[in-house]
Nanobody, 122 residues
Framework: QVQLVESGGGLVQAGGSLRLSCAAS????????MGWYRQAPGKQRELVAA??????NSADSVKGRFTISRDNAKNTVYLQLNSLKPEDTAVYYC?????????????????WGQGTQVTVSS
């Protein structure tokens, strides 16, 4: 019913930039929180940045370098990654809390994208 499709990952040198996009589609009534997580090999998935209708927050490790934004008209969330470091190498996942129309009303669930690889070389 709902799909999150990510794009924009790739290989970049340290100090470079990337822009990730995540577009939601399907039987969407409304989108609440949206966020980006990442998981490096051998590590747990961690929150990178999140955005609600009125505020954003980000991990200390990316503050000042990464910026999250959203385009509600396009059901899309973006993550601008600047001043990339080798330790930013990970699979980046989009997450969204989405309310969908069901037969008997509405339901809110958490959805994940398939992940996009970001690799930063030194």
């Amino acid at each position: 019913q709902v799909q999150l499709v990510e794009s924009g990952g790739g290989l970049v040198q340290a100090g470079g930039s990337l822009r990730l996009s995540c577009a939601a589609s399907g039987s969407i009534f409304s989108i609440n929180d949206m966020g980006w997580y990442r998981q490096a090999p051998g590590k747990q998935r961690e929150l990178v940045a999140a955005i609600t209708s009125g505020s954003t927050n980000s991990a200390d490790s990316v503050k000042g370098r990464f910026t999250i934004s959203r385009d509600n008209a396009k059901n899309t969330v973006y993550l601008q990654l600047n001043s990339l470091k080798p330790e930013d190498t990970a699979v980046y996942y989009c997450n969204a809390k989405i309310t969908t129309v069901q037969r008997m009303g509405y339901a809110t669930s958490s959805y994940w994208g398939q992940g996009t690889q970001v690799t930063v070389s030194s």
